[in-house]
């Protein structure tokens, strides 16, 4: 599977030549996430080409990690689903990214700021729990960006998984959030504190009190913001 095979009976040399071709883990990431077709991996992945991101999804189905499954009666729409060998790999994500929290310097991980991936997880970390019982519109808006990435609707349905829009779909709007990348970011690794950023006017909320009140019940974090980062 990997480019560059070390020819090493040594069992971490036979797990690397599986697991550190480039974009291996980051797609194991969003599979053990729970993105399982084609075009939500994608969304996960925004810098990774379509063409490689197929070939790793073949390679990594030769290897045993995932299987191809047909959904319904429709043989052409397929998910990609991990095999106990893939998930058996959480644990080895997730000390990933743990160790990244901990020890990569927050200066650098802020280097690669990235709206797309950033709402693509913020959408699937939403607690819906302390939303309102209907439909919430949320609007985040990056005045800062591009327009085609400047706006970002979140729409909470009860019993529904949240969905993400770029463009707008057309109810009325719950809750504007006016806020910059970086900060955003900062506050989805752990690094600062939604009253923070409204205390210094990086953030502006308007819109339904009691949805702003929960903003911190609901906006969720990174799965790694609670490590506690050494390098600084």
Same mark, same amino acid.
């Given at each position: 599977?990997?480019?560059?095979?070390?020819?090493?009976?040594?069992?971490?040399?036979?797990?690397?030549?599986?697991?550190?071709?480039?974009?291996?883990?980051? @797609?194991?990431?969003? +599979?053990?996430?729970?993105?399982? &077709?084609? *075009?939500?991996?994608?969304?996960?992945? /925004? $810098?990774?080409?379509?063409?490689?991101?197929?070939?790793?999804?073949?390679?990594?189905?030769?290897?045993?990690?995932?299987?191809?499954?047909?959904?319904?009666?429709?043989?052409?729409?397929?998910?990609?689903?991990?095999?106990?060998?893939?998930?058996?790999?959480?644990?080895?994500?997730?000390?990933?990214?743990?160790?990244?929290?901990?020890?990569?310097?927050?200066?650098?991980?802020?280097?690669? @700021?990235?709206?797309? +991936?950033?709402?693509?997880?913020? &959408?699937? *970390?939403?607690?819906?729990?302390?939303? /309102? $019982?209907?439909?919430?519109?949320?609007?985040?808006?990056?005045?800062?960006?591009?327009?085609?990435?400047?706006?970002?609707?979140?729409?909470?349905?009860?019993?529904?998984?949240?969905?993400?829009?770029?463009?707008?779909?057309?109810?009325?709007?719950?809750?504007?959030?006016?806020?910059?990348?970086?900060?955003?970011?900062?506050?989805?690794?752990?690094?600062?504190?939604?009253?923070?950023?409204?205390?210094?006017?990086? +953030?502006?909320?308007?819109?339904?009190?009691?949805?702003?009140?929960?903003?911190?019940?609901?906006?969720?974090?990174?799965?790694?913001?609670?490590?506690?980062?050494?390098?600084?």
């Amino acid at each position: 599977m990997a480019e560059n095979r070390y020819l090493q009976f040594c069992p971490v040399s036979m797990a690397a030549e599986i697991l550190c071709s480039r974009w291996t883990i980051l @797609l194991l990431r969003e +599979l053990i996430a729970g993105s399982t &077709r084609f *075009n939500d991996l994608r969304r996960g992945l /925004p $810098r990774m080409s379509p063409a490689l991101l197929s070939k790793r999804l073949r390679e990594m189905e030769v290897a045993g990690l995932v299987q191809r499954v047909a959904i319904g009666s429709k043989s052409d729409i397929q998910e990609y689903q991990l095999t106990a060998a893939g998930r058996d790999l959480k644990g080895l994500v997730e000390t990933f990214g743990s160790w990244g929290q901990k020890w990569v310097e927050s200066d650098a991980t802020l280097r690669n @700021l990235d709206v797309n +991936l950033l709402m693509w997880d913020m &959408r699937r *970390n939403i607690r819906t729990d302390p939303m /309102p $019982r209907k439909r919430t519109n949320i609007l985040f808006t990056y005045a800062e960006l591009p327009p085609a990435q400047r706006k970002w609707w979140l729409l909470v349905e009860p019993g529904e998984d949240v969905d993400l829009c770029l463009i707008d779909p057309g109810f009325d709007v719950d809750l504007y959030v006016n806020i910059d990348l970086e900060t955003m970011t900062r506050i989805w690794l752990g690094y600062e504190k939604v009253s923070m950023a409204k205390k210094q006017g990086r +953030l502006h909320i308007t819109g339904n009190h009691v949805i702003e009140r929960a903003i911190e019940q609901w906006l969720g974090l990174s799965p790694f913001a609670k490590v506690q980062k050494i390098v600084a």
